[in-house]
């Protein structure tokens, strides 16, 4: 079992619909759960960071974790197209940092 | 300010040879890690350099090896080169030492093939 489990997708999405991104994860040491988002041939940028269990929200992107379920989540309000890329969960503790997989979301117009 | 950079953006190699990639942190960062993110897959922890040192390391062999400067400007050495080293080389840099806790901004990657 890998200790970050991503939805692979793809998944394709009407404009303006709400999309929903998870990961599960095995290691119950860590603490800060990030969302990077990667475009193609470009490197990973950061949406969100929350550190443990609670929601936060930013813009038209909410960020969940739920540690007792080992559960993390983002979602998109109001999808565009220009969100068509790849969404790379990402957890940590101490210095070690793991990513999943990523899943490919494409927003069609 | 300038973001993170890297060179070069591909490079084809053969199986054996000796392989440098660089980066250049965004100003004012001291601190650079490396990630190797094979393809449809996420990026994998190499190693981080914190003022010159190397501060962590993951599951890489001793061949994967690097170096910071004191302009926190960095490289990633890869020698003996294998086919799975195939993949794109992220360099990521912040402002402080620990992974977790401060925003990484990444570079746009080096494309290395291996043949």
């Known amino acids: 079992q890998k200790e970050v489990e991503q939805d692979p997708g793809p998944l394709s999405v009407p404009e303006g619909a709400i999309v929903s991104l998870n990961c599960t994860y095995s290691?119950?040491?860590?603490?800060?759960f990030m969302w990077y988002r990667q475009y193609s041939r470009k490197g990973p940028e950061l949406l969100m960071y929350?550190?443990?269990?609670g929601n936060k929200e930013d813009g038209r992107f909410t960020a969940q974790v739920d540690k007792s379920s080992k559960y993390i989540s983002l979602f998109i309000r109001d999808s565009q197209p220009s969100d068509s890329a790849t969404y790379l969960c990402?957890?940590?503790?101490?210095?070690?940092?793991?990513f999943g997989a990523g899943t490919r979301l494409t927003v069609k117009p | 300010e300038t973001g993170v950079t890297q060179s070069p953006t591909h490079l084809i190699k053969t199986r054996g040879q000796q392989v440098t990639l660089r980066c250049s942190s965004q100003?004012?960062?001291?601190?650079v890690s490396w990630y190797q993110q094979a393809l449809g897959q996420g990026p994998q922890f190499i190693f981080q350099?914190?003022?010159?040192?190397?501060?962590g390391r993951g599951n890489f062999p001793p061949r994967f090896s690097g170096l910071q400067f004191p302009n926190y400007s960095s490289e990633l050495n890869v020698n003996a080169l294998e086919l799975d080293d195939s993949a794109l080389y992220l360099c990521?840099?912040?402002?402080?030492?620990?992974?977790?806790?401060?925003?990484?901004?990444f570079g746009p990657g080096t494309r290395l093939t291996v043949l």
């Open positions: 990521a840099s912040s402002p402080g030492t620990a992974l977790s806790r401060n925003e990484q901004f």
């Open positions: 290691n119950s040491a860590f603490q800060y």
């Open positions: 929350t550190y443990s269990s």
């Open positions: 990402a957890m940590s503790a101490s210095d070690d940092m793991r």
């Open positions: 100003s004012g960062h001291n601190t």
């Open positions: 350099y914190y003022r010159e040192e190397e501060n």
